[in-house]
């Protein structure tokens, strides 16, 4: 099948994972699930875009939890020409001196005013390909480094050449998710130095380079960067393109760094909350460092019992999610009800999938998020004997679980045996649940089900995090860390609670915040005073709901980093 574009500018955006259906594992987390929402209001605001991926043919992986809490995995099956429609257009890129054919799948975001917003998924897994080459396209951040940096080039080099094979001769723009796209700038001073002739570090071909690439890092720790030794570099892309790196002096300390690579070669810049901009212009001060912070996108995100209840008092939230501030007048009664029936839905799904029965009528906290020691999914466990106390004396808990480590994550992975162990400790007196294979479906029951939604991340290691904002779309507060997004979107006792002060990072400290909270606030307000906690939710709604969502996002990128190239 051929895809005929459109003939406005449109805005390519790469992103290594791209999360639209959970029947699409082609996404791992909290990047992907952005990058899936990014589009989709892309699509119902009508910017011209298209969205350029890895097809990820065997997903992220399928995680497997045994009673212990211990994580195995096994790859995903699933099968593309189910979900997506494959097109005829290839193109190829060099690796190790080889050709590497590649080949396009294609999602349709469907748009209600203008040109639909096409996905694009590359795929290596053809004939014409040696057997290794055809892998380059199956594991999501699987593998050693020469994988990686294989995949990046697919993903940078090949994605851009698959535009033309298309016929993107309009983008006018390129976004960049995230560093592992990078070499999609190197794709384009080859090209420039074909059309012109002039050298790689001539400045007027690095100014048209810039002029077409807009970056956005969603990371505030150096370590967590994609770097690629020289050699390796040398090796998969050859001789020629590593002196080209180095004539532009991208290549340091005898590393390509990806996240370099992509501020080097961009005219806007930006983080995802106004907290990371401050992080990130530290980090890169030869850099202007704008931010938009992230949002998430409304119609995903609400459950079925608020979107009813919208469309009830403020039905133009669908196109403006800026109306959900007149939330703020709807009657606390149908708040109240539209979250039980949300939580009623939840602890269905639990039943349905574990067996195990909660009660509806007990504070419910969640957390949910990528199992990783920077989270501190287990601070609420740092001091089990005090979590009783609260339990016994302030009104019952239950807590509910989720989430993967990555394979190669040891410590990720006893953080969810120290769960378990809690757990088990905890058994009898608060109820705690672990759901394994969190995923798009699982997220949205969980979302919208608690009754406080839990963010205990290590200052400053949280760029923005979106889940509370899911939460808060469903009425949900937070109880969180004051890191990300969540500076901007705390009012204390409004919108939710702070663990801890800004200033402080103290593992100790916070977790005795969070059991202050908890104890002398959160849970007595939830038992004893059941209509300021319902006013809680609605604030949640009108305040954080109606801003940290995609649209306004997009119309933000659209008019500070889209705009100047069109």
Known sequence: MTMQPPQASVVA???????????????????????GD?????????????????????????????????????????????HLQKLSERCSVTIEGRQVWIGAWRYILPSPIADDVPVIFLDTALPENSEWDRTLTDYLYGGDKHYRFCQEVVLGLGGLAILSALGYANVTVCHMNEGHSALLTLGLLNREMERTGLPADDQRTLDVVRDRCVFTTHTPVPAAFDK???????????????QKLMSIECLSDDTLNMTFLALFFSRYINGVSMRHEE???????????????NGVHALTWTSEPF???????????????????????????????????AKEALLSEIKQRTGIILNPSVMTLGFARRMTPYKRADLLFYDLERLKKIASQAGPIQIIYAG?????????????????????QLSGTIPVVFLEEYDLSLAKYVCSGVDLWMNTPQKPEEASGTSGMKAAFNGVPSLSVLDGWWIEGHFEGITGWSIGQPAEASTVKEADSL????????????????????TVRRSAIAINASYFNTRRMMLQYLEHAYMPAY
């Open 38 to 82: 990014s589009l989709r209001a892309a699509s119902e605001i009508g910017i011209p875009m298209i969205g350029v991926t890895l097809l990820h043919r065997k997903g992220y992986f399928r995680q497997h939890l045994d009673s212990d809490g211990n994580q195995t995995e096994s790859p995903v099956e699933w099968k593309p020409e189910e």
């Open 515 to 534: 059991y202050d909270k908890l104890e002398n606030i959160i849970v007595p307000i939830f038992y004893q005073h059941p209509s300021d906690f319902d």
């Open 228 to 242: 690629f030794p020289t050699d390796l570099v040398r090796q998969v892309l050859g001789e020629e393109q590593t």
């Open 13 to 35: 955006y790469f992103s290594m994972e791209i999360g639209l259906d959970s029947s699409i594992p082609t996404y791992a987390g909290g990047l992907g699930i952005l990058a």
């Open 307 to 341: 979107k009813r209840l919208y469309d009830r008092h403020v039905p133009q939230w669908r196109d403006d999610n800026l109306y959900l501030r007149y939330v703020v007048s709807v009657p606390l009664p149908e708040i109240h009800h539209a979250h039980l029936e």
């Open 404 to 424: 993967k480590a990555h394979p190669q994550d040891e410590a990720g992975k006893v953080i969810i045996r120290k769960i378990y162990q809690a757990a088990k």
């Open 279 to 293: 992080i990130s212009s530290s980090m890169f001060p030869s850099y202007p460092i704008n931010s938009v912070s």
